[in-house]
């Protein structure tokens, strides 16, 4: 990337509005815990993601991030948990998101989106959604004393979006406020509004984790869901100079693998399944030997070819996951950046990238090679017009 994005997401929520005995950011949603699902949509336009977790969670929130996402010990408000995580981030940071936890469904377009207005000049930007109920102000004894105009009031969202000073200068102020926005307005800075979307809902009570959860699965069945599995596999190169091409990224100093094209395993995996899905065959039959003009092609072309291919046949990604398997190397640290490279190259979708070891079994385990598998979630275009 050309410009640092950071992405803060406090995560101290106790959860007890959601009869939870964990913190909130840990309750699982379809699976996941809530705050993967905002890690994952946050991470394709993030250089660096940083969590304020609540105290003595720390290493719980480390081990299922990963080494890619720095794990910070967050406050007892959320301001203090937002200077904690503005302590880590890198100083030559152009734009910082900050983003809840509880909002986990809240889509990485709408990101692009808070992105997009601040790159257009704003110094503070947040999502809102039009009010549609009645708003009355009440006094102390709960009786009505006035009606308010709700054509002037907006739902208020995130990932909220500013410029990295202004963001700086908002939390030396040593205010206290309910969202990032306020703090920024305190200072007489004007916050630009872009459309929200219902999908990022924030999940607080049994209710909001319902109606979060038909998001995921009842919106899947609406969608023509297919799912599509994918495998790769190669053995490192005997050439010392062969370059190692791996999740859409180059890896400095690792002796590479060999193939027809880069041989990078994740994004081949990652092609089978979409071709799976969508019945388009696989890898070898699209991409194989038979086709000289991809000798040598990079793993991010085959997945921009694949994205054509799948898009032509009247499907959309909803999601894809790739689990790396090798003893190196380390994804850990290039975690994030791997995500990032690997959507870009699907054009922003979202992306979840893991890795694991075979505790010595098998040809990975002896350290001859790297594999990978994928999964990919694709839904019909068709049946959303």
Known sequence: MNELIAVIIPAGGSGERLAANVPKALVKLAGKTLIEHA??????IASQIVVAAPAGYEE?????????????????????????????????TRYVLVHDAARALAPTSLAVDVLDALRAGERAVIPALHV????????????????????????????????YSTLIAAHQSGTDHTDDAGAVESLGVKVKTVAGV?????????????????????GADERGIRVGIGTDAHAFSQDPERVMALAGLIWPGEIGVDGHSDGDVA?????????AAAQLGDLGSNFGTSRPEYAGASGAQLLRETLNLISAA??????????????????????????????????????????????????????KGISAIATALLSSTASSR
């Not at 720095?70 to 981030?89: D, H």
């Not at 219902?198 to 009842?218: C, E, F, G, H, M």
């Open 39 to 44: 890690v994952a949509q946050m991470a394709p």
């Open 314 to 367: 009247g499907f959309a990604i909803n999601n894809v996951a790739v689990q790396i398997v090798g003893n190196r190397p380390k994804i850990g640290p290039r975690r994030a950046e791997a995500i990032a490279a690997l959507s870009t190259a699907l054009g922003g979708a979202p992306v979840s990238v893991s890795a694991t070891t075979t505790d010595g079994l098998g040809f990975t385990g002896e350290g």
């Open 198 to 218: 219902d999908r990022a809902l924030k999940i607080t009570t049994p209710i909001d984790l319902a109606i979060a959860n038909k998001y995921v699965i009842d």
């Open 267 to 275: 994004a081949h995996a990652i092609c089978d399944a979409l071709l």
């Open 132 to 163: 549609v109920d009645t708003m009355k102000k009440i006094d102390s004894d709960g009786y009505v004393v006035a009606t308010v105009d709700r054509s002037e009031l907006r739902a208020v969202q995130t990932p909220q979006g500013f410029d």
């Open 60 to 92: 719980t929130f480390g081990q299922l991030l990963g080494e890619g996402v720095n794990v910070v010990t967050g406050g007892i408000t959320r301001s203090e948990s937002v200077k904690a995580a503005l302590a880590e981030v890198h100083p030559t």
